[in-house]
């Protein structure tokens, strides 16, 4: 699901510890969800609830919560 109507523009994220993803950002007005990946690739994924959010950043494995419930879960575009 590639949303193309998502305009590219970087928020602020924090750090996370994963093999996988490098940093994370909320923005729980427009419920986009960025996600940096430890390749360097960023990511912006739409429509994102807030406690989904919060589940990630609180999850042991942040990249195993990413996998099954976020990824292919909510329409994204790659921003960088």
Do not use: C, W
């Not at 924090?14 to 960023?42: A, M, T």
């Not at 042991?60 to 919560?65: C, L, N, V």
């Amino acid at each position: 699901m590639y949303d193309l109507s998502i305009q590219p523009s970087f928020m602020m994220r924090q750090p996370v510890s994963s093999s996988n993803l490098k940093s994370v950002g909320y923005d729980p007005k427009s419920k986009i969800l960025e996600v940096e990946f430890n390749s360097g690739s960023i990511y912006q994924y739409t429509g994102v609830p807030e406690s989904v959010y919060q589940g990630l950043m609180g999850a042991p494995s942040h990249g195993s919560y990413f996998a099954q419930n976020i990824r292919d879960r909510y329409p994204y575009t790659r921003i960088r």
